[in-house]
């Protein structure tokens, strides 16, 4: 029971990731997208981090863990 469980649980898991990359291209299709040069990624990734560690503390700080 619990590895059709478990099993189940990555089929959803995998339905919801295949929706998620379906809308990814879209968007490009749809032009939707940022170019970025070298800079640009760096900076675009040190947001990303930044945005990253506040939402970790913000959960840790609600949920104790």
Same mark, same amino acid.
Do not use: P, Q, S
């Given at each position: 029971r619990l590895l059709q469980?478990? *099993?189940h649980l990555r089929q959803l898991r995998l *339905? *919801?990731?295949r929706? *998620?990359?379906d809308k990814g291209l879209d968007a490009l299709d749809r032009g939707q997208y940022t170019d970025l040069d070298g800079d640009g990624m760096k900076g675009h990734?040190?947001?990303v981090?930044?945005?990253g560690r506040a939402r970790l503390a913000r959960e840790k700080r609600t949920t104790g863990k």
């Open positions: 469980d478990k *099993e *339905e *919801e990731l929706k *998620e990359v990734l040190a947001d981090k930044v945005r």
